[in-house]
């Protein structure tokens, strides 16, 4: 054995630095191609392609999903009972006259007390009624009562005419 030649260096590349240079010869090449493939411009084949002319019409969104949508702006509106909307029947930006019904407001409340003033109202409809037939049913009987009062009337003056003949 010799010592000089135990004691130098091989100059043969070793296992890791051979692994070392791979690895980055592999990722600078991963990277240029990543770049290349960023920078080159985007192709798309003439059958793909859909022309058509453009047209006015309105442009409808829908929006679906889940939870409340919410308006960025909250505004109230003036009303003296606590009531939900059940219907829009004007968006913004629709023109709206003096006589335009914008939303329906609806109160469970105030139906009830709707309810419970037509029920009230037709009663009392009723009691009219009831009191006009009535009147007419005592006009009907003295009306009868003034033609009896009549007839004996005339019976005792044609009785009184015959008697003071006599």
Request: net charge positive; glycine share 2%.
């Amino acid at each position: 054995m010799d010592i000089d030649s135990t004691l130098k260096r091989s100059t043969k590349p070793s296992q890791r630095k051979k692994l070392i240079f791979g690895t980055l010869l592999i990722s600078i090449a991963l990277i240029i191609w990543l770049i290349y493939s960023w920078l080159a411009p985007t192709t798309l084949a003439a059958n793909q392609l859909q022309i058509a002319t453009v047209t006015q019409a309105d442009f409808v969104i829908k929006i679906r999903g889940f939870g409340r949508l919410k308006s960025k702006y909250q505004r109230y509106l003036t009303n003296t009972d606590s009531a939900m909307v059940e219907a829009i029947h004007v968006y913004p930006g629709t023109r709206v006259n003096k006589d335009t019904v914008i939303l329906t407001l609806v109160n469970p409340l105030q139906a009830q007390r709707l309810s419970v003033a037509r029920l009230e109202l037709a009663r009392q409809k009723a009691s009219a009624n009831e009191q006009i037939i009535n009147q007419k049913s005592q006009l009907l009987e003295r009306q009868a009562s003034l033609t009896i009062l009549k007839s004996e009337l005339e019976s005792a003056q044609l009785r009184a005419q015959a008697e003071s003949k006599l």
